[in-house]
């Protein structure tokens, strides 16, 4: 079959061009990748090359657990705004070797150039999250939201700040990020250390914020992980805007209570953490 026809291809190259629509991703800002079923491979795999050299994912970092699995990943300094008119050009197929410590391209990058510089937080998360979840969730995807950055300007990067105040935003963030947002300190982009610092707050979430820099959200498939992401980006502009409009002050929100009765109705577990005393 011809790759681009791939239903998961096409799902890939549209949730790409919706972040890139939503202005979540200024230039090569963002990325994103997709753990492909077997089936889904099998189906392309007489479009994959065989000549790609062995590279190293990152310093100590090793996902045995995927090897010989396919991951749709967008490409370093490639751009959103171009996958969905040259997507051969903007993202590839990945394959991890046996010991997990080293990728190969196998198609896609039609010019050359490499999987994002996040790879190591990509494979890391997935790792996880497939784990966690007995392998139902295969997305990774990052991005530059503005009002989510906006906020680790103003609110002291915890993870229980983050969570209580995006969820007091709309009565559904409860629902929809059940298990919070975590906030991890500052780090330099690109690297393995980030994407080790990323791994284990996923162990926990399924939303990361990369203070002044953007937010990764995990999820079953393409459409969720975004509807995470958008979701966030919504609560942290509807706050913003509360504190432009009030200075921060709220003359009536959602209260611990609130939120102790949407756990039990919806048979979700909250932590305490995020339900603290003002
Ligand atoms: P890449 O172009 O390497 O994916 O990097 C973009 C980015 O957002 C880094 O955090
Ligand atoms: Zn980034």
């Not at 610092?197 to 498939?221: F, N, Q």
């Amino acid at each position: 079959m011809d790759i681009l026809k791939s239903k998961a291809i096409q799902s890939f190259i549209k949730i790409a061009d919706m972040g890139w629509q939503m202005g979540w991703h200024e230039i090569n800002g963002g990325n994103m990748s997709y753990r492909m079923t077997s089936d889904e491979a099998d189906e392309v795999k007489e479009n994959f090359r065989s000549d790609g050299e062995w590279k190293e994912i990152g310093k100590d970092v090793a996902v045995p657990d995927f090897a010989g699995q396919y991951f749709v990943v967008t490409g370093s300094g490639k751009y959103f705004q171009n996958v969905k008119d040259n997507p051969e050009d903007s993202f590839c197929i990945i394959t991890v070797n046996n010991s997990g410590d080293k990728y190969k391209i196998v198609w896609g990058l039609s010019n050359g150039g490499r999987p994002t510089s996040e790879i190591s937080a990509h494979l890391l998360t997935h790792s996880i999250k497939a784990k966690a979840t007995g392998g139902k969730y295969r997305v990774v995807y990052h991005s530059h939201p503005k009002y989510t950055n906006i906020l680790t300007y103003i609110l002291p990067l915890k993870s229980e700040v983050f969570t209580r105040e995006l969820w007091e935003m709309m009565t559904e963030c409860s629902i929809v990020f059940p298990n919070g947002v975590g906030v991890m300190d500052w780090k330099v982009p690109c690297c393995a250390e980030i994407g080790i610092a990323t791994g284990r707050l996923m162990e926990k979430y399924d939303a990361v914020i990369w203070p002044h820099h953007g937010l990764v959200c995990s999820g079953e498939k393409l459409d969720m992980a975004f509807g995470i992401m958008h979701t966030i980006e919504k609560a942290a502009e509807m706050l913003v805007n509360v504190m432009q409009i009030t200075g921060g002050k709220k003359a009536q929100t959602i209260t611990p209570d609130n939120f102790r009765a949407i756990e039990k109705d919806f048979n979700l577990n909250f932590s305490e953490e995020f339900l603290y005393e003002k």
